[in-house]
């Protein structure tokens, strides 16, 4: 009797263990994955010395960061430009098909995401997440006017900042920002950190009324306290502040996304005391060893709140270096922010829009493997819905494909069909395979040749480069391959008219963009173009 029992006994613990164990295996492995996005402004490819060997940037961070996760040595932001980009992080839709057909928005612009549009924060939060943002927002906002209860209505034109500005009461509630599009909180600037108004905004409200007025580069009204020294390093802080504040709550079940818009390594590009001269470059070497020593510090409160191994940790930038890096005072030490690609930020060459991008989730990623894919900022949202088993409706993320296949080493075909691109100016490219299609005459940007002097110098209105040979864009080929000009436009077209360039059902520009030619900057909210 007994040993029957005995052998009952072991049956009932073999079967526990065939089935219930890996029953609660499989459930641990289903968790859902926290997410934290950093993104950095206007870091350059080939600052980051993972992807440049030649580089002269120690950026230890961003290297330990790549050696324990996946870079993707071809991904490019949507545009080479700062707001449009932030759009298509968050939307999963191409910038272009917004009303901003060119240019960037300013701190006082009204917002540009859609009213009603899904972004990657409300797609989370219906997902269980708590989410949060901290940082360069970018992407307009309205503020509470004077005299009335309407806040800066939708269609206020960039021109009119300055009335705007006078109109508007720093006391009232803020409308349609961050926390307006699925963020739980939010704490950050309205714009980049040259645009006014220098103070910090937290949820809906201003941290404080602004008193006085501070230049940097641009001049506005700013908080007394408010200098913009300090704001990575508080940034920085309350970010591993809110990580320690979730752990608990991550763990137990209710997981988290931070989109982490660093204003660094942008203008004004000021280290702190302790990163000054520390890259033997100049400031702007010095500030990108700032913003890799952030990285490192989200690195290490993920780690210190065990909440590393159940983290997907993405670090990335919104476009290409900027030439306010001083780019000669750079090359002439034998650094290339570009690396060999051609252009810096605002323009259509790689060197306008190709960013380092590093993701890290372990036990799912591969250590220290590289991925060849050509991807785009705008697939967050189809590799959140993916991870997550979400299914987009069919008016939400139209441009974005999920990364999955690539990160858990299955991908066995390209994830993109092909790849646009677009500069400050409206110009567009699109890329597929070797082949990048421009539809333009010059560089798109700021780089010379703009477009008026290159088509007086009597270059052709296209440009096509095979880049698995000519990765510097230098031998322009497409009187060559006339056919490949012809099919590449084509599907540009079919893009633009879809709505989309993913499979589903068609849908509507907000703006129907002219690829052959840079839209009248009024469409975009302004009268001028102005430098971001």
């Not at 660093?262 to 702007?284: C, V």
Request: hydrophobic fraction near 35%; charge should be neutral; proline fraction near 6%.
């Amino acid at each position: 009797m007994k040993l029957r029992q005995s052998i009952w006994m072991a049956i009932g613990w073999m079967t526990l263990n065939l089935v219930v164990l890996p029953t609660l295996v499989s459930a641990a492995t289903a968790a859902k994955p926290n997410v934290v996005y950093i993104l950095a402004d206007d870091l350059g490819v080939g600052d980051v010395k993972c992807f440049n060997s030649e580089g002269k940037i120690a950026t230890p961070n961003m290297d330990k960061l790549a050696a324990e996760g996946m870079k993707f040595i071809d991904c490019h932001s949507s545009s080479a430009v700062c707001t449009p980009t932030r759009y298509g992080i968050l939307t999963g839709r191409y910038n272009w098909r917004s009303r901003l057909q060119s240019g960037v928005l300013n701190g006082f612009s009204p917002p540009l995401i859609e009213a009603g549009r899904l972004t990657v924060a409300e797609l989370l939060r219906q997902n269980g997440y708590h989410t949060a943002a901290f940082g360069k927002w970018h992407l307009g906002m309205n503020f509470g006017a004077k005299g009335r209860a309407e806040s800066t209505p939708d269609n206020a034109d960039v021109a009119d900042e300055a009335a705007t500005r006078a109109n508007t009461d720093y006391s009232k509630p803020i409308k349609n920002g961050p926390t307006a599009v699925g963020f739980d909180y939010y704490f950050g600037i309205s714009a980049s950190l040259d645009m006014p108004p220098f103070v910090y905004i937290e949820n809906d409200r201003f941290t404080a009324l602004p008193t006085t007025e501070k230049t940097w580069l641009r001049k506005g009204p700013a908080a007394a306290d408010f200098e913009a020294i300090d704001v990575l390093p508080t940034l920085t802080k309350r970010v591993t502040t809110y990580l320690g504040q979730r752990a608990v709550e991550a763990r137990n079940g209710k997981p988290f996304f931070v989109y982490m818009p660093l204003n660094s390594p942008h203008t004004p590009i000021l280290p702190t005391a302790e990163w000054q001269g520390k890259s033997g470059l100049n400031a702007y070497g010095d500030f990108v060893m700032q913003t890799d020593w952030t990285v490192g510090q989200v690195m290490a409160a993920l780690e210190q709140n065990g909440l590393a191994d159940n983290t997907i940790l993405v670090m990335t930038s919104d476009n290409g270096c900027s030439p306010a890096a001083k780019v000669d005072e750079l090359t002439s030490k034998g650094h290339y922010p570009s690396m060999n690609y051609r252009g810096y930020k605002s323009d259509i060459w790689e060197g306008g829009h190709h960013v380092p991008f590093i993701i890290r989730w372990p036990g799912h990623i591969q250590a220290g493997s590289t991925s060849d894919q050509t991807i785009c900022l705008v697939d967050l949202m189809g590799t959140c819905a993916e991870i997550l088993g979400a299914k987009l409706p069919a008016n939400a993320g139209e441009d974005s494909v999920s990364l999955l296949p690539a990160l858990l080493g299955k991908a066995d075909k390209p994830l993109h069909e092909a790849v646009v691109h677009h500069s400050i100016e409206g110009r567009f490219s699109i890329r597929q395979g070797k082949w990048k299609l421009e539809l333009c005459a010059g560089s798109g940007g700021w780089s010379a040749p703009k477009e008026g002097p290159a088509l007086k110098q009597g270059l052709p209105s296209v440009q096509l480069y095979d880049l698995s040979s000519d990765v510097g864009e230098q031998n322009n080929v497409q009187e060559k391959y006339p056919e490949v000009v012809e099919r590449l436009t084509q599907l540009l077209k079919k893009y633009v008219a879809d709505g989309r360039s993913t499979p589903g059902e068609p849908q509507k520009n907000t703006v129907e963009p002219n690829i052959f030619k840079s839209v009248a900057p009024a469409a975009a909210g302004g009268k001028k173009k102005k430098k971001q």
